[in-house]
């Protein structure tokens, strides 16, 4: 489920809340983009400000997840290549 849809249906999703202040920030959007933000956010009976924090907020979560299961992957690769070196160089 994703997290503006879990917003809607009053259902917690994601890392607990922070109580930190948020602060305002302008970013320049081609105008075709904003009209897709505003068509979505509509469908889930959210504002366009609200829906845009919930999309960069959750893609940030994602992205920090998705470096942490490289890392994951990098390190149990890695360990599989040093059994396997090992393996290869005891003597017979």
Known sequence: ML?????VKGRDMGRPKLDEPKKQYTVMLRKSTVKEIDRIASQFGMSRSLF?????EGCIENLIRFE???N?????ISEKVIRKIT???KPT
């Open 3 to 7: 997290r503006g849809v879990a917003f």
């Open 52 to 56: 845009m924090a919930h999309i960069i």
């Open 68 to 70: 942490q299961s490289r």
């Open 72 to 76: 994951v992957n990098a390190v149990n």
């Open 87 to 89: 393996t290869l160089a």
